[in-house]
């Protein structure tokens, strides 16, 4: 028994593994930020600040020109000053990665209900039907299936090996699971950094465009006075306050997404664990 040990540790070291890197690029970290902000800014010079949209337009052109007058109330935003470009950025990039990370982590998900695939999985194993449990990995097609059949994969395996022990097996299983369950995380949480983070900085955004148009507004109050002066101030502090407006509706947004999302993935990662489990706890059950 002193002999067989070493060789049955080494054989385990060189078992190989089924679960492979998964390479995709994450291009759309950087590139729909970028987008985001031109798209921002084109919307807020050409589309709000259209010279018609305004009863004193201004014809100079160039890059903030100073038109007066908005003749609509959703046009007042444009007066809102150059940080409704950024905060019109922040609200596209929340709306980009909100439909990418809901693509993902609905394909992720897989199809049909987690709980009663891995009762489904439980059955065949309890059967000793290995091939019909991964064909339901198959049918499954998200992260769930994907971790429960590289485990799988290696639990058949591990049925024909002759050379470890029971507790050595079920070692190799796990690991394999836990390997699987690495490639497959970081997958779901990739950019949702972008949704925590805009939940944030929109909102000081807004605060930081109506500070803005505050003071521009009382520095003409005080170089003008009177009641023309007083109009002013009602004005400016109108138009400031659509930047708190876009702020705070793009970080409520950014937070509520979030929230959902971070749910969604705390359920596919307890199908995992539960997986695993599963798969553990079956193996030494049966093949003690």
Request: proline letters at 3%; aromatic letters at 8%; hydrophobic letters at 45%.
């Amino acid at each position: 028994m002193a002999e067989t040990r070493p060789v049955a540790t080494a054989t385990a070291a060189k078992s190989s593994t089924s679960v492979q890197p998964k390479k995709k690029s994450n291009a759309i970290s950087w590139v729909a930020p970028v987008v985001c902000i031109i798209a921002g800014y084109v919307i807020w010079r050409f589309l709000l600040g259209d010279p018609s949209n305004f009863t004193q337009p201004d014809l100079s052109g160039g890059f903030w020109p100073h038109h007066k007058g908005p003749k609509g109330g959703l046009v007042r935003m444009y007066e809102g000053g150059i940080i409704v470009p950024l905060l019109l950025a922040t609200f596209l990039t929340v709306i980009t990665f909100v439909i990418e990370r809901l693509l993902t982590i609905s394909k992720a998900t897989g199809t049909g209900n987690i709980a009663e695939f891995i009762r489904k999985v439980q059955y065949h194993l309890a059967n000793k039907n290995v091939d019909q449990a991964i064909s339901e990995c198959d049918r499954q097609r998200g992260s769930v299936g994907n971790v429960m059949k590289a485990g799988l994969r290696k639990y058949k395996e591990m049925i024909s090996n002759t050379e470890l022990d029971t507790e050595q097996k079920v070692l190799a299983i796990q690991k394999e699971v836990e390997e699987a369950t690495a490639l497959e995380l970081p997958m779901l949480e990739k950019n949702l950094v972008f949704l925590s983070t805009i939940a944030s900085v929109a909102t000081l955004l807004g605060l930081l465009g109506t500070v803005l148009g505050m003071i521009t507004s009382f520095a003409a109050l005080g170089a003008e006075g009177g009641g023309a002066a007083a109009a002013e101030l009602s004005r400016g502090i109108s138009e400031a306050l659509y930047n708190t407006a876009l702020g705070i509706g793009t970080s409520a947004i950014a937070i509520i997404m979030y929230n959902i999302f971070t749910t969604k993935i705390d359920s596919i990662t307890y199908g995992i664990d539960e997986s695993g489990f599963t798969l553990t706890q079956s193996f030494a059950s049966l093949y003690k």
